[in-house]
């Protein structure tokens, strides 16, 4: 969860993809802006909840900022928990 908007990263569209390898895990995600003070916390946390997962070795997050994250990355759940449907 992003702690400044409580929605789940996945639903706030910052998950940009997510790839499997073997057991490895590489999220690439991005923040609501470039200079987010909590980046490194969301991060950690993805990070962390993934390794969680039964059968999943090493996870890597890599933090991107091209294409910039919109509003417009919102899922339809995630309007709805902000209101904004």
């Known amino acids: 969860y992003d702690p400044e908007i409580p929605i789940n990263v996945v639903d706030l569209g910052l998950i940009y993809g997510v790839e499997v390898e ?3 895990v590489e ?33 890597n ?13 919102i899922s339809d759940d995630g309007k709805k928990q902000l209101g904004m449907d």
């Open 22 to 24: 073997g057991v490895d």
């Open 61 to 73: 997050v890599e933090m991107v900022f091209d294409p910039p994250w919109s509003p417009d990355n």
């Open 27 to 59: 999220i690439t995600m991005t923040l609501t802006f470039a200079g987010c003070g909590m980046g490194p916390q969301i991060a950690q946390q993805a990070q962390w909840r993934v390794a969680e997962l039964e059968g999943v070795g090493d996870v």
